[in-house]
């Protein structure tokens, strides 16, 4: 069976940077990996296959090859001599391109980043960024509003200011790992580093831990914060609010808190951007003798507005700088009316009896594109009967 293209397999195009490979052998290592799929026999296969690639294409000379000659460059015999990264078949070619992305995939296992090279782990970790969604309303993010939020989160531990030891006492060197915050583990053809369990991957342990925290350094607590929405925000607009997230863990910085929000649907206006759309039903008679109406505004004001002599259903009309504002300046967009003509329903005998009356009195040209409809229509059906 032919291989796949590398840059196939990682779902990327020839031109991806190094950052946009990495990214995608992380999405595609994390949806490959056997661990995350006992029920699929072909996962390994083509873990292995998102592994063999990225290992190419994060080098540049392999890349260059790659690029030249496709697979041929790694063949017995061609330009590139051998398979990529010596052959595939050793637990080498795993560590060696899993690794640059080992911690992306499993420091939420690992408790946080890799230590430092023979120096064991620090006892520290930064604590988790943690998100909210709010919600709020076409009025509020036209003008921008303050909002409080209650986020239930984890907060230093005042017993022990957050380092987890009672009275003090510094933290030993866990015994489990030796201090290096993972543990080894074979599994098939793969070695997989996982957090150390006895330590929660940080290296090492407290002997007396704080009675309040149980040694983690923080406690769970509900925050109440301010959050400004400024104007003009749409749905998926991000505020970040630094060092508001989760306390580190044992002493470890704050995380941050990134507030998501979330525009809720208006009963009158349609949102695109920074136009605002709105439909505006009138009646029969308005429609054909023209006249002016009111219509509401974002701003809780009316504009006047003068509808044409003659108008159908579905024509538009723009009033500027009367949408929503721009997020960081710019300006502000328009709003758009489109017309509904109405069809007037539970008519009186009287009622009827008029309208009959107008219809007899309609000529061709009061209904132009009826007429033009039809005409059509009768040409149609007689070129079907010749």
Known sequence: MAKRDFYEALGVSKGASAGELKKAFRKKAM?????????????????????????VLKDEDKKAAYDRYGHAAFEQGGPGGGRPGGGFGGQGDFSSAFSDVFDDLFGDFMGGGRGGGGGGRSRVQRGSDLRYDLRVSLEE??????KTVRVPTSVSCTSCSGL?????????????????????????????ERGCPACSGLGQIIKDPCGDCSGSGRKQKDRSLSVNVPAGVETGTRIRLAGEGEAGLRGGPTGDLYIFIEVAKHSIFQRDGSHLFCTIPVSMVTAALGGDIEVPTIDGGRSRVKIPTGSQTGRQ????????????????GDMFLELSVETPVNLTARQKEILQDFELSVE???????TSFFQNVKKFWDSMKT
Request: with cysteine; glycine share 12%.
């Open 31 to 55: 949806e490959f990996h056997p661990d995350r799929n006992k029920d699929n026999p072909n996962a390994e296969a083509q873990f292995k296959e998102v592994n063999e690639a990225y290992e």
């Open 141 to 146: 993010a036209f003008t921008g509003s303050q």
């Open 164 to 192: 987890g030891s009672a009275n003090g006492v510094d933290p030993v060197t866990c015994p489990s790992c030796n201090g290096m915050g993972k543990v080894r583990a074979q599994q098939g053809f793969f070695t997989v």
């Open 317 to 332: 009309m723009r009033l500027r700088n009367k949408g929503m504002p721009a997020l960081r300046g710019g300006g502000q």
């Open 364 to 370: 061709e040209n009061n209904n132009p594109e009826s």
